[in-house]
């Protein structure tokens, strides 16, 4: 689908989500250097070191988004699936 | 005292009335009944108000503390806002049944008795099937009757399990248990299966996405989370919650990761919310308790106002699969703000409802020690923000774009909408004001900048994950196969199979008596059968001259004769 970068609405026109991006990364890297100013006092120790939040989060999504990836081989089908069991018989 | 009847009788006579009455009257009807009982709810008093005498048992209908109040406050609440959505749009029938099914909850979070609970328990099973079936498809219909097969079942073994009890000690009195034996092992099964907890979870995913767009509002918050209250009064720190918790928090996420249909990711979110509480309730702490009961709360406004922005959305255009959407967020910005409030809460961002609640339970399980547990709600945590608060939002609202240009909300539904993102945010903003209905009073400071640094890290580099994992999240016409599998299809083929070979067996069966009836004919006749034309007739068929029958006579007396002398 090719559009006028002009006529469709300004928050999906690509320089709007270059924008967007820069904006989200700055984010993230402000919540990390948050922590030089404000300490996280973990409840354990680990949870307490200099982005463990960030690191943990994100790798637990990705594990996450895995592991379902991985599932749907074993358990994905079609989504006429139990009509077509019921009308087999 | 005597006087004080059950508040929920206020919302039953309110669905019997919605029933008779129409226009300007049924919609009043329909909005004050919800505050009337928030009203009534209020006037109950802690400890138990009245008591009857039934067959040797203490009744108890009315029995009032703060844990109870906070819940059936809630469920009023959402009763009112369910009603303000859906007045309009929902059939009457739908809305009446709805009334009734929230009756059946604020009297089970008054019920001080088993046999009370119980009875209002199988009033919201009997309404919410109703409700299901409103949706008027013949697939809401299928999914009604697996429904109320596994409810009706649920209640079968509860009601076991209460008799258990009443037999075992003499007395159906609520109090806390832990499942040591067979009859309390049944009640908490019977509990379990209303929260969705495996191995049944699939009822859930399966029967509210069914449902029209207004009655999968309702069906959102009333059945888990009564559930989720008799848990806090009849197993509060029963390990083995812990465990099926986890378990529920990380199923729901994985299921709503492979989901294609909106409403059925948020139906699964469902199952991943209740896990925190379960998981929070086997803790089993003041604080984790606590924990428990405000995030019910919480999670029913969100998770209400998430099915109402998909609702609309499913009003409008008549579609709920994220292949079908996207886009919609240009001529729907309302509901599209809207839903992005709730998928905010629901994963518990700073300044929604979702941070103040769900942090007293990480917390508790902190303060316990329990480093496993902690992690993963942690994780969680993250997850939850995947699937629901950013997947939610972008295949519906964003993503590609779909064509579709649906009007916005209409004024009714906009006004639930707005009504319920303002709850969300005023308790995530005024915290403190909030806790002070919570059953235990403890000193709980729901905003630090080490917690608050460390869930915003948390969340947002799982957004970064969403979209740089982009590309793997593409959507697919698929559905995913559960636990319902095994009755829905093995079981169906095992029967199916069972019944081929038993039919092959009887006839063989036939077949072979058939033959040895023919066998034993055909000797009979070889023994007595007449003549025929071409063989001689039977032995015992044949004809004796006089002569020979004579003789035989002769010697049978002479032999006769000679035994009796000898």
Not at chain 2, 116 to 123: D, G, H
Not at chain 2, 135 to 146: E, H, L, V, Y
Not at chain 2, 355 to 374: C, D, G, P
Not at chain 2, 410 to 438: E, H, Q, R, T
Request: net charge positive; glycine share 8%.
């Amino acid at each position: 689908m090719t559009k006028d970068s002009k006529t469709d609405h300004w928050l999906v026109r690509p320089a709007t989500i270059r924008w967007l991006w820069r904006i989200f990364i700055v984010v993230l890297a402000l919540t990390v250097l948050a922590q030089f100013l404000l300490p996280v006092k973990g409840y354990f120790g680990v949870d307490g070191w200099f982005g463990f939040a960030a690191v943990y989060g994100f790798l637990a999504c990705l594990g996450m988004v895995f592991v379902a990836k991985a599932l749907g081989v074993v358990l994905k089908r079609d989504e006429n699936y139990y009509q077509d069991q019921a009308s087999d018989d | 005292m005597t006087d004080l009847l059950p508040p929920a009788l206020i919302l039953l006579v309110a669905a019997l009335l919605t029933l008779f009455t129409r226009g300007h009257l049924r919609t009043a009807v329909i909005l004050a009944a919800p505050l009337a009982t928030l009203w009534a709810i209020w006037q109950v008093p802690d400890g138990v108000v009245a008591t009857y005498t039934f067959i040797d048992y203490q009744i108890e209908p009315v029995e009032g503390s703060a844990l109870r109040r906070l819940f059936a406050t809630i469920f009023a609440i959402m009763a009112f806002g369910g009603g303000l959505f859906a007045f309009r749009q929902a059939r009457t029938s739908e809305l009446a049944s709805a009334q009734a099914y929230a009756a059946g909850a604020v009297g089970v979070c008054f019920s001080g008795d088993l046999i009370t609970m119980f009875v209002w328990w199988e009033l919201m099973a009997l309404f919410s099937t109703l409700v299901v079936w409103c949706g008027g498809t013949s697939s809401s219909k299928a999914a009604g009757i697996r429904y109320a097969i596994m409810h009706l079942l649920g209640g079968i073994i509860l009601k076991v399990g209460i008799d258990g009890i009443a037999v075992q000690t003499g007395s159906v009195d609520i109090r806390p248990m832990l499942a040591t034996d067979f009859a309390t092992w049944m009640i908490l099964i019977g509990v379990l299966i209303n929260t969705a907890a495996p191995p049944v979870s699939a009822w859930l995913a399966d029967a509210y996405p069914e449902a029209s767009p207004t009655g999968s509002v309702f069906l959102s918050a009333f059945t888990t989370k009564t559930a989720v209250l008799a848990l806090i009064l009849l197993f509060p720190g029963e390990p083995v919650l812990i465990g099926v918790g986890l378990y529920m928090v990380l199923y729901g996420i994985l299921y709503a990761l492979l989901e294609n249909d909106a409403r059925r990711i948020l139906a699964y979110s469902i199952v991943n919310q209740v896990g925190f509480m379960v998981c929070a309730i086997g803790i089993g702490t003041q604080l984790a308790l606590n924990g428990a009961a405000a995030h019910a709360f919480a999670h029913i406004i969100y998770k209400a106002l998430l099915f109402m922005s998909a609702g609309v959305v499913v009003y409008r255009v008549g579609k709920s699969k994220c292949t079908d959407l996207g886009g919609l967020f240009r001529t729907m910005p309302l509901t599209t703000i809207c839903g992005i409030i709730g998928a905010l809460a629901i994963s518990g961002f700073p300044l929604t409802s979702g941070f103040t609640t769900k942090t007293m339970i990480s917390q508790a399980a902190a303060n316990e020690n329990l480093v496993f547990v902690y992690m993963l709600l942690a994780a969680a945590s993250a997850g939850v923000f995947l699937h629901a608060g950013i997947k939610f939002p972008w295949f519906v609202f964003f993503q590609k774009d779909s064509g579709l240009r649906p009007k916005d909300a209409p004024w009714n539904m906009a006004a639930a909408m707005v009504l319920f993102s303002a709850l969300c945010i005023l308790i995530g903003i005024f915290p403190d004001a909030f806790y002070k209905f919570l059953p235990y009073s403890l000193e709980y400071k729901a905003y630090s900048a080490s917690k608050v640094i460390f869930y915003l890290q948390l969340l947002l580099f799982s957004g970064l994950a969403f979209f740089l994992l982009l590309p793997l999240m593409r959507r697919t016409l698929t559905i995913s196969l559960d636990t319902d599998w095994l009755w829905r299809v093995a079981l169906h083929r095992a029967v199916t199979f069972a019944s081929a070979q038993l039919l092959a067996a009887g006839t063989k069966l036939g077949q072979l008596t058939d033959k040895s009836f023919a066998a034993l004919r055909s000797r009979a006749e070889s023994r007595f059968g007449e003549r025929l034309e071409s063989t001689r007739a039977g032995v015992f068929a044949r004809a004796w001259t006089i002569g020979t029958t004579a003789l035989w006579i002769a010697v049978l007396l002479t032999a006769y004769v000679l035994f009796y002398l000898v």
